[in-house]
Structure formats: structure tokens, C-alpha cells
């Protein structure tokens, strides 16, 4: 099982970008996905996610707004669209895959079984 995270790069604030999650060796339509972050210096933080089946999303108060998670089943890819960035953004961008049915999402990093290599974002002011 891996995951791929691509799509970050360089952007100026107030710009977008949309980060992209391809998984092999399983369906994101049964996995839960998260994304998560880690800026130089600060601990991991959860961002978004979004349940298996039912696809129920949740967000970061950091990000509600401006981040938005969702899931193409028949790509089997997972996004997360990023809108009006902030320097405070800028960071290795993570997705994550948790093989637990659950309702209620979550981002417990501890949870999540399989991780992806990160990508980086990078917001200029």
C-alpha cells in the first residue's frame, strides 16, 4: 500500500493551489483520508478529512473556508483545494490513509495506518 501526494509548489499569498492523493493497493471510496501538515519548527497538524462510503469532511478551524477535501472514486484520488493562502500555510502537506470504518471523522495522526511521502507548499507574502 503507498500513497502519492502531489501538486505543492510556490504560490503568493491569497493565490490556490490543489494538492492531489493517489493510493495503490486500495479504494479511497473504503479508506478514510486525511491531510495533514508540518511547518519548520511546529508539530504535525491534522487539516481535513473525509470518511470512507458515506464521505463525511472535516476541517481544521485553521482552514475551514478556504480548504476544501474531496474524493473522486472513479480517479480513486482524494483532493484538497486550497483557497486564499496564507504564509502561515506554508508547509510539507501529507495524506494519510486510515483502514477503520468510521463515522465521525477525525485527524489523530496516531490512527492513520499508511502515509504518503508530502508535498511541499510554499506561500510567499
Known amino acids: 500500500v503507498q500513497l502519492q501526494a502531489s501538486g505543492g509548489g510556490l504560490v503568493q499569498a491569497g493565490g490556490s493551489l490543489r494538492l492531489s492523493c493517489v493510493p495503490s493497493g486500495f479504494r479511497v471510496y473504503y479508506y478514510a483520508i486525511g491531510w495533514f501538515r508540518e511547518a519548520p519548527g511546529k508539530e504535525r497538524e491534522g487539516v481535513a478529512c473525509i470518511t470512507s462510503r458515506d464521505g463525511t469532511r472535516s476541517y481544521a478551524d485553521s482552514v475551514e473556508g478556504r480548504f476544501t477535501i474531496s474524493r473522486d472514486n472513479a480517479l480513486n484520488t482524494v483532493y484538497l483545494q486550497m483557497n486564499s493562502l496564507k504564509p502561515e500555510d506554508t508547509a510539507v502537506y501529507y495524506c494519510?490513509?486510515?483502514?477503520?470504518?468510521?463515522?465521525?471523522?477525525?485527524?489523530?495522526?496516531?490512527?492513520?495506518?499508511?502515509w504518503g511521502q508530502g508535498t511541499l507548499v510554499t506561500v510567499s507574502s
Open positions: 494519510a490513509a486510515d483502514t477503520a470504518v468510521r463515522i465521525i471523522p477525525h485527524t489523530t495522526a496516531r490512527e492513520y495506518d499508511y
